[in-house]
C-alpha cells in the first residue's frame, strides 16, 4: 500500500502550533521534556553558553531548555525565548522557576524583527525545522547574532531513522491505508534530515564553520510503574503527538483498538521496564556567524 509520490499530507503537517499540536504539546510536557531532554543536554554542550552572555532559545515551546540557558548565563546574561504558540508560551511561563530570569515572546523567529547585533548564541531544541524559506529564515536571525557569534542546535534526522515515527506508523501499514510520505524538504520534523540539505542552508544564510554531527541515543517514551503501565502509556503518547495521531484522528473506533494494539506489539519489541526505550537519532549543528 505503500505510495511513492510525496504530496502535502495532512498527517506529516505540523503547522497548527497554536491548534491542537501546541495543545497536546502543552497537555503531555512533562512527557515531552522527559524524552527530549538527552538531546538539548548534548546541543547545550556543543553550544557552551557561558555567565554574561545574551542568548536567543528559537522555537523555545515550553521553555525547558530557556531555563537551562538562564542559570548558564546567570544573572549577569540574558535569555529571551521566542515560539509562535500563544499554549506553548504561556505553559512556559506558568512552570518558569522562580530563582531564574528568562523572557518570553511570542514571534515568528524567520521574520518577526528582532534586535540587531545583539546576542551571543542562538540556540534551540527542535524548533527550526519549520520554516517555510529556511535559508532566508536563518539569514534573518543570523543578523540578530554579534559578529562572531554562535548558533547551536539539535533537530531530527531522517523520519525512517527515528522510532517514534518509524514504529508506530509501520505498525498501522496494514490497517490504514498509508498516507504518502512527506516531502522530505517540506517544513516539519524531519526537513533537516538530510545533512548536505542542511549544510547548504546554513551558507546560503551565512553561517561559516559549519559542524554537523550525529547523535544517536535512546528516548525512554512512555513512562509507567511497571513494563506493562510503561507500554499504555507509550501506546496513549503515540495516539497523543506525532503523525500517528494525526492518521487515526478521523478512524472509526473499532480500527483505532486495532491500531493500539498493534503499536503496542511494536513498542513490546523494544526493551525498558518504566519506560519503552526506543531509538531516536538527531543531528548537532554548530555554526558561527562571521566577524565583520
Ligand atoms: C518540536 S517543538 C520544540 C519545543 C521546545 N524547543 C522543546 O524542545 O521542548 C517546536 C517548537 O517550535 C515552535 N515553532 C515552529 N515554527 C516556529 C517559528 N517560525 N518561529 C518560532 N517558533 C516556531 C513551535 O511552536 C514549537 O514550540
Redesign the pocket.
Known sequence: MRQAETVESPIHKVSD?NGST?DN?VSNQMR??AM?EVF?TEALAAAAPTAGEHVLD?????G??SFELARKVGPDGQVLG????QA?LDQARRIAPADISVSFER????EAPLPQAAFDLLF????VM??DDPAR?FAHMRRALKPGGRLAFVCWRRAAENDWVRLPMGAIEDLIPTPPPPDPEAPG?FSFGDRDRMESILGQAGFADVAILPFDHGIPFGRGENRDAALDDAVAMAFAVGPLSRALADQPQDLRARAASAVRKAFAQRPGETSVMIDGAAWIVTARNPAA
Open positions: 502550533w501546541g504539546w515531552l521534556d527530549l538539548g528559537i522555537g523555545c515551546g515550553a525547558a531548555t521566542v515560539d509562535i504558540s506553548l514571534a515568528d523567529a524567520g534551540s531544541r527542535f524548533g519549520f520554516f529564515a520534523p
